[in-house]
């Protein structure tokens, strides 16, 4: 780079200043700077002038005193050359750089103490020798010259560029480091190996992957010293002979190539022990061969197409030692000629069957494959990890049972009936998975054992051995969730208890009050999970004895109120109570370390917040709260790699549109697909009818921009509409997705999945297709080792392999419809489809089902950011969306109705997403709800008649001219914590709106009513504004909702002002008060009434000025700040308002529809 500042050229420039110019002393890479006098040469000829004097990293840099930054610079490379003292001038040195044509710069100083410091730091230098040059990602052409001076390079990088293979410091001039071992040209598309490599004697490993390569020249045999050999990501489909010349090479890498069978050259390479051939065309895995090959220890056999393992004869192979066949389509292996095998991969098979040899197996790893039987003999001594994992497996072998070094057992999701007694005494065992079997009960124990991990959830037990705790005295971490648990074994015989377990998650039992002083006997819990169980108290005494407690979820249960000894735990940093009955605010933001609280979804009444809040609280969850009266004050927000988008009024109120993205690391752009996704399918709706969802995908790919060069996202778009060929007809559902984010229809109770998996693991296509296009997937099934997904929106600089292009699928809802479930990869890996269904299918409110969700997955050992989404849909016969008052339902507690009378009520949606700590593997979870009809829908499971208001549907609307209508918004919603750019301090926030992290969700219902005229009583206790012209007396009439108000249940009404609405989408917004964090939480509600009255704008397409009450009797309190503010308002509208006026106006309550924001 010091080289390239060097240039005239203006790129070159632009490159080396890529960031802004700041003073000399400031630069990291500044050793000595000032202002001396300078003469160059050696000769007398040249003059002595006032140069500015830089030692910068390597080099002496030599600049004119006025523009030391803009002008000429001469840059003088000192390694590998000389620094002197000048004998004739005091106080001199002479730097000379190094090379044919070295340059000299006399230097005079002031004193002889700064001479000193320049000589040393510059004699330093001098006799510097670097060895590693990396030059990657830098768009060369050729190898800077100054390069080739030192001849003590060693390794070379010069992966992911431009690089020629003739001109001057081509790859032709690479011969000229003498020194050179490693060398790294893969992606520079050379197309032909460069035949001039094969003069570099001296290299050990080369590198020439990903380069299009279809042969290999005969002059490879040259390289005779070369131990690694990479040609990965090529179309070799052979080897020349001459590469059996190379005796030392002993890493040969070929993944990714089109070999069909294993090169037979290898044979000959008698110090090879590390062949891959991962991604090739290989069908059947030829023992004979390996077996001829018997210097081989390490086989690398990934993503082929092997479908069978053959052998001529019967004789054993005692070299390979590791073999790696993941990813291929076997249906059953006999490698039992193994008999030096210690490692073996084959997950992701068809195997049905699986024999090896015990002499030296260490680990076995066969999960996701349908295995019934596994045959190992003889007994593997030596084995200490065993994972058979989704398989088929009705009982344990009885050879596992017998390997006395066994520590890790992993038997998760097979059809285990019984576990024999000789697992869990095995004195070898640490850690084992049992859960997601057909278990009933678990064998005694009768002697201590050293297990440290025990995994059960998803069976059948209804208890515990009962001497579990007493016998297990290592036990840290058991997971009983999922199963029929009623109690709990004690934890101490005497009075002491020995039991160190820290993580116990007991979530989705029939526990009741009875289990909670066994936990007691367990006082270095950290992390306890009770949610949905039968607790209906925590006694006071017992918490208090819990003082190691970091995370205490105990959601979905009948709590009344949290004890108030919850302060004793000061170690708690995260509390989740939702969906039960608390009334009361527990004292826990005095603790010094809680972060997070989730008190959703209960029975609060009201909250004092105190003035100093706890600095390291994050969030404080109170939505899903009818009754709470909430101060004006607000938390910073935890943001989270997981946005969601829940629009139950869209396109012209018409339409709905839900979606979620997940960035997994990133939360950069999940922000922005959630701000703009949905402007951009409103566009393209109106452009097309058959390609818009794909058009959309594309579209908002484009439009990421720079943010989505190097970052990706995974996406799920779900958009409900009528069908535009007979808008009397159905509703449709189209559902379009990306990577992992999936969307689930529950359809008369069983799950429908609507999305496709795009990931090399779930997706053989799309490995087939990255394969082909000679894409690096990693060990750990990862394209070039970023991401498991091929299909994602962003990623660009890994086009072609991961696509935008989203797959689509497109519905008619029906009757028998009830809920539509979004999820992110998070989610959907801890709970199958069924089971999330069947969770919450019975829940009222999606608020608290999308929440389950989230716990749920929480508890069956989620470790990651969960995203949940839940919509209740209810489409009558005739799809209309009208809800009639005597609304039937019949159970068993679904959502669907078969009433004569067609009920639909607008869709409601629930969402819920949460954050683990890696760390500390708990959560500190971030949730928010948003509900787009007036209330959440009230589905008994008696199937009883349930009043509720009636409201007006899409396919039923007032006549147009009082429509009202959503425009297409590109403002960003976000916390001012972002650092993506989105956020901006002069904005208003939308009021109702929660910035939770990186999603934002609407809280706040908006209806519109129709009427000629509205009886306007208590005009005290109301506040409206009306301005009727003669040429239109009908009125516009906003009916607002809230969740968090102090009668949710009662509407509120305001009259807005008389605007004739355009045929144009009109604009309207609910303007809050800006916060000083940057956060919003729901205020109270009078507070709102008056803000939104005075903050929001005065358009002509309308914004209303409050909402007022619906009932006369039903007032609102002023408070004393804005009491005058008041007053004056609602006396400027008395004297505007004559009665008569009143009189000529005044209708009935009119009918409502929805149209929410």
Known sequence: MQEEAANSDLSCMIRFYSEKPCQVEQLDRILLSGVYSVRKGKTQLHKWAERSVTLCGTCLIVSSVKDSHAGKMHILPLIGGKVEELKRRQHTLAFTSAGAQAQTYHVSFGTPA?????????????????????????????????????????????????MRTSGAGSLDSL???????????????????????????????????????????????????????????????????????????????????????????????????????????????????????????????????????????????????????????????DLSSLVSLEQLHCERNKLRELTLSGFSLRALYANSNCLTAVNIYPVPGLLTCLELAHNQLQCVPDWACEAKKLEVLDLSYNLLLELPSRILRSLSLRKLMVGHNRLQSLPPLLEHIPLEV?????????????????????????NASANSLESLPSACTGEESLSMLQLLYLTNNNLTDQCIPVLVGHPNLRILHLANNHLLTFPASKLSKLEHLEELNLSGNKLKTIPTTVANCK????????????????????????????LSCNELTEILIPEALPGALQELDLSGNANLVLEHKTLDIFRLCVSSLALGSFAEGVEAVYGMFDGDKNEELPRLLQCTMADVLLEEVQQSDTMFMSNTFLVSHRKLGMAGQKLGSSAVLCYIRNEVADPASNFSLTVANVGTCQAVLCRSGKALPLSKVFSLEQCSEEASRVKEQKAIITEDNKVNGVT????????????????PKPHVN????????????????????????????????HLHDPLAAAKKLCTLAQSYGCQDNVGAMVVCLNIGEDSCTCEMHGLTLTGPGGFSSTATKPATPSCSSGIASEFNSELSASEVSSEVGSTASDEHSAVGLDGSLLPRQERRCSLHPVPPSSIFQRQPSSATFSSNQSDNGLDSDDEQPVEGVMTN???????????????????????????????LGPENDSRLVLIIRRQNSVNSNTAQRGVREKCELQKSLSTCCLYGKKLSNGSIVPLEESLNLIEVATEAPKKKTGYFAAPSQMEPEDQFVVPPDLEEEVKEQIKQHQEDRTDQELKEHAVPLPEEFDTAL
């Open 175 to 333: 011969c000229r480091f003498s020194q050179l071992k490693s060398l790294n040209l893969s992606h520079n598309r050379l197309g032909e190996f460069p035949v001039s490599l094969c003069e570099i004697s001296t290299l050990t490993e080369l590198n020439i992957s990903c380069n299009g390569l279809h042969y290999l020249p005969s002059q490879i045999g040259k390289l005779l010293n070369l131990q690694t050999f990479w040609l990965d990501g090529n179309f070799l489909t052979s080897l020349p002979e001459e590469i059996g010349n190379l005796q030392q090479l002993s890493c040969l890498g070929l993944s990714f190539n089109n070999f069909c069978e294993l090169p037979a050259i290898c044979e000959k390479l008698v110090t090879l022990d590390k062949l891959a051939l991962a991604g090739n065309l290989l069908e059947t895995l030829d023992l004979t061969v390996l077996n001829r090959m018997s210097h081989i220890k390490s086989v690398d056999l990934r993503l082929n197409n092997l479908k069978r393992a053959a052998a001529d004869t019967l004789e054993g192979n005692k070299s390979v030692a590791y073999m790696d066949l993941r990813d291929n389509q076997m249906t059953d292996l």
């Open 571 to 598: 170690l708690l940093h995260t509390l989740i109570a939702h969906s039960n009955e608390i009334s009361i605010f527990p004292e826990i933001l005095h603790l010094p370390r809680i972060q997070f609280v989730d």
């Open 114 to 162: 700064e001479c000193q410091r320049w000589h040393r730091q510059a004699a330093t230098i001098v006799s510097m020798r670097f060895s590693v040059v990396d030059l990657s990602c830098y768009s060369l052409e050729e190898v800077p010259e100054h390069l080739f001076y030192s001849q003590d390079i060693t390794y070379l990088n010069l992966r992911h560029n431009f």
């Open 788 to 803: 498991c997904c091929t299909r994602m929106l962003g990623c660009t600089y890994l086009h072609p392999w991961i696509l």
């Open 997 to 1027: 992290g990186s999603k934002v969700e609407v809280e706040v219902d908006i209806h519109c009513c129709k009427g000629k005229g509205l009886e306007l009583e208590h005009p005290a206790a109301e506040y409206s504004s009306s301005a």
């Open 810 to 841: 497109s519905i008619p809802l029906t009757v028998q419809d009830e809920l539509l479930l979004l999820g992110n990869k998070a989610l959907w890996e801890h709970l199958s489809y069924a089971e999330a269904v069947s969770a919450v299918r």
């Open 454 to 478: 025990l995994d059960l959830q998803h069976n059948l037990l209804t208890k515990l051995p009962e001497t579990l705790f007493v016998k297990a005295l290592n036990l840290r971490y058991l």
